[in-house]
């Protein structure tokens, strides 16, 4: 079982910065891919960035240039850098873990970030 808890969410002005951590709970970290998602207020879900065991990376089109995802395997964790942030990045950002070797699938509990004048 792996619980990953999100944070550095919150407010900030179109053009700015944020930068969001998962941390993970639980072993084999290093043997998940780990993304981000994010669900706006009336769309579904989708993805934003996901980073692979080996350190691989893509990207959805609408943030490529402005976001960076990134791991610390020492550390658990996944970050997701956002710059040049612009209003309709504004949701809610989901952390995801999927097991490379098996059928797991674990979410985290979301962080909202909301970008506004």
């Known amino acids: 079982q792996v619980q990953l808890v999100e944070s550095g969410g919150g407010l900030v002005q179109p053009g700015g910065s944020l930068r969001l951590s998962c941390a993970a709970s639980?072993?084999?970290?290093?043997?998940?891919?780990m993304g981000w998602y994010r669900q706006a207020p009336g769309k579904q879900r989708e993805l934003v960035a996901v980073i692979g065991s080996d350190r691989s990376t893509n990207y959805a089109n609408s943030v490529k240039g402005r976001f960076a995802i990134s791991r610390d395997n020492a550390k658990s964790t996944v970050y997701l850098q956002m710059d040049s942030l612009k209003v309709e990045d504004t949701a809610v950002y989901y952390c995801?873990?999927?097991?490379?070797?098996?059928?797991?699938?674990?979410w985290g509990q979301g962080t909202q970030v909301t970008v506004s004048p």
């Open positions: 995801n873990g999927r097991y490379e070797l098996g059928p797991y699938d674990y």
């Open positions: 639980g072993s084999a970290f290093s043997m998940y891919a």
